[in-house]
């Protein structure tokens, strides 16, 4: 199974950017074959969806993040990224990668970090 570990979380003021990495092992392939994204959650909250990139190279983003957020994914480095700007207090949330494999349907996620967005 895929282990992740996600970084970059931290406290940033309103209007700020931050960038998330997940750090990714046990690949059996490369990462462009897996369903890779990101889920949030607040406080008192579901978790929720912010952005996907799948194994064919879709994208989707929560509508709340667009234009804001951009996810990507370095196979040399087999991490995933997230990358935020424009953040506001209602970002703050922990955050986690998760990663789907589309031949069995394993998902794997990572122990979350934290964002805070506050002035």
Known sequence: QVHLV???GGLVQP????????AASGMTTNIYDYNVG???QAPGKQR???ATLSSGNRVNYADSVKGRFAIDRDN????LS???NN????DTAAYYCFTNQPWDGVDSWGQGTQVTVSS
């Open 82 to 84: 997230l990358k935020m």
């Open 6 to 8: 996600e970084s970059g």
């Open 48 to 50: 929720e969806l912010v």
């Open 76 to 79: 040399a480095e087999k991490t």
């Open 38 to 40: 990101w889920y949030r």
């Open 87 to 90: 953040l506001r207090p209602e």
């Open 15 to 22: 209007g700020g950017s931050l960038s998330l990495s997940c």
